[in-house]
Every structure is written in C-alpha cells, then in structure tokens.
C-alpha cells in the first residue's frame, strides 16, 4: 500500500491540470489572441491635455430633438494636441536641437518660428509662425544634420472653433538622408488667409498648393500661379472649409427623383 502522496492521483484530485495557451485555445474560450498586441495599436487618447476648441453634441447637426439615429446625448469636446515637453524621445530631440541651432546661427530666435512643437500618436510637428515659415523649409532642407530633401507636399485642414487660427496648412518632410518623417504646420485666420508659397524650396508644392488654395481658401503669397486646379475657375467658394453649404445636383433614378443633399430632410 502506497504512502499517503506518493501513489497515483485519483482523476480530478491534485494539481490542476494548466489548459492551454495557444491562440486557437484562446479563441476558442472567447478570448481574442490579438486583443493586447491591438490595444497597443490604437491611438492614444488624449483625455483632458491639449488645447480645447470645441464641443460637439449629438452626431449629424440635429438640434432641436429630431435626431433618429441614437446619437442625441453625444457629447465630445473637440480638442487638438498640445505642447510636448522634452525630452521627446528618440531623434525627435536631436532634430529639435539641430534646427533651434541652426535658426540661432542665422539670428533667428527658435522661440519666433517655432509656435510649439507636438509629439502626438509617435509622430513630431513643428508649428510654425507664417512669416517665418520659408525660412524653416529652407533650414530644413539644407542643414546637413537635418537634410529634409522631400516634401510630399501640403494638404489644408479649418477648424471653425480654433479662433484666430481657424485654417490650418500642414507639410509633410522626409529625409532621405537620415529615413525620417517629421511635419510642418502653419495656421492662418478666416480673415486673413495668407501663407507664404515654398514653391522655390520645394518645387513640388506648385500643384499641392494650388489643390489648398481651391479647396480650402488658403492664399499661397509668391505662388507663380495660383489658380483653381479641381474646381471650375468661376467657382464660387471652397469646398473643403466646414462652412461650405452643404449642396448637391438632383439625381434620377428609375424615374425616381432624389434631391440635392441641401433639399433632403433636415433634423435642424
């Protein structure tokens, strides 16, 4: 007769047989193989940091109770990134370090050009001052620490509720010395839409630029020719700001005629 422990276990008695970790097990008991490596993917929130400019209730501009869809109670404040405190990380210091330096060595104060500089979502944006902004491109492009020899061009983005700074043009500039990618941002008012064109520095803003101005209205100061390049010439407007109405071209359908978007029913 075997001493108390040290016989066979009996079926269902001792240790706990551990079940499997492989990811079909895993998937099999509900649980998602791939629910931490996505959680590390999604972006980050920003919660109560950044600068307010905004906040949104409900979802499709109803106001006045007439929202169907379950989104009357939506309330979200409307928020853009904001200052980043060094250290940033990685080579983002050294690429702010090379280009404040580079600016002091031309008589240019970094804290004048630069408006603040983000760290958001692992991606770095230098906010420039307008005036200053050829300049920067310039700096940019040439230092040898620096070496940004490609913009992929510039795209415009408005913001209503950011007063006084309601149009935003963003660049996007790549090293391929260095295999970096880092952004430019330079904000302009509603009244007073005017960016200086970076079209000697960088040539290929010539069609970028003129795609801005026809959707959003931003006017490229030195452009060498600066007209509309989607829209008709004698277009009225543009399109892409967030205070363009909202209009369309009645469409038929199997004799069925369906109304511009600005003629169908209004929650408002």
């Known amino acids: 007769m075997s001493e108390p422990?040290?016989?066979?276990?009996?079926?269902?008695?001792?240790?706990?047989?551990?079940?499997?970790?492989?990811?079909?097990?895993?998937?099999a008991n509900g649980i998602n193989p791939d629910q931490e490596s996505d959680a590390q993917r999604l972006p980050g929130q920003r919660l109560d940091h950044g600068e307010v400019i905004g906040v949104r209730r409900g979802?499709?501009?109803a106001n006045n109770g007439g929202d169907t869809t379950g989104y009357g109670r939506l309330v979200r404040?409307?928020?853009?990134?904001?200052?980043?405190?060094?250290?940033y990380g990685g080579?983002?210091?050294?690429?702010?370090?090379?280009?404040?330096?580079?600016?002091?060595?031309?008589?240019?104060l970094p804290e004048n050009a630069i408006e603040k500089t983000v760290v958001d979502r692992g991606e770095l944006t230098f906010h420039i001052a307008r005036e200053h902004l050829p300049r920067v491109a310039r700096t940019l492009r040439d230092d040898p620490a620096l070496r940004f020899e490609l913009c992929t061009g510039v795209s415009g983005a408005h913001y209503p509720g950011d007063k006084g700074r309601?149009?935003?043009?963003?660049?996007?500039?790549?090293?391929?010395?260095?295999?970096?990618?880092?952004r430019l941002e330079v904000?302009?008012?509603?009244?007073?839409p005017?960016?200086?064109?970076?079209?000697?520095?960088?040539?290929?803003?010539?069609?970028h630029e003129r795609e801005t101005y026809d959707f959003f209205g931003l006017v490229f100061d030195g452009h060498p020719a600066l007209t509309r390049i989607m829209m008709p010439d004698d277009w009225q407007g543009h399109p892409q700001r967030k205070d363009y109405p909202l209009g369309g071209i009645p469409v038929e359908y199997k004799?069925?005629?369906?109304?511009?978007?600005?003629?169908?029913?209004?929650?408002?």
């Open 5 to 27: 422990g040290t016989g066979p276990e009996e079926p269902g008695r001792g240790k706990a047989t551990p079940e499997p970790t492989t990811p079909a097990s895993k998937q």
């Open 59 to 61: 979802m499709f501009g």
């Open 77 to 87: 404040t409307v928020r853009l990134p904001g200052a980043a405190t060094r250290p």
């Open 91 to 108: 080579w983002f210091d050294e690429v702010a370090d090379e280009l404040e330096g580079a600016l002091e060595e031309q008589g240019l």
């Open 166 to 182: 309601e149009l935003h043009a963003v660049y996007h500039l790549r090293s391929i010395t260095h295999n970096r990618l880092i």
């Open 187 to 192: 904000s302009a008012p509603d009244s007073d």
């Open 194 to 207: 005017h960016i200086p064109s970076i079209t000697d520095v960088y040539p290929t803003n010539d069609w």
């Open 255 to 268: 004799g069925a005629q369906i109304p511009a978007p600005d003629q169908r029913r209004s929650y408002s």
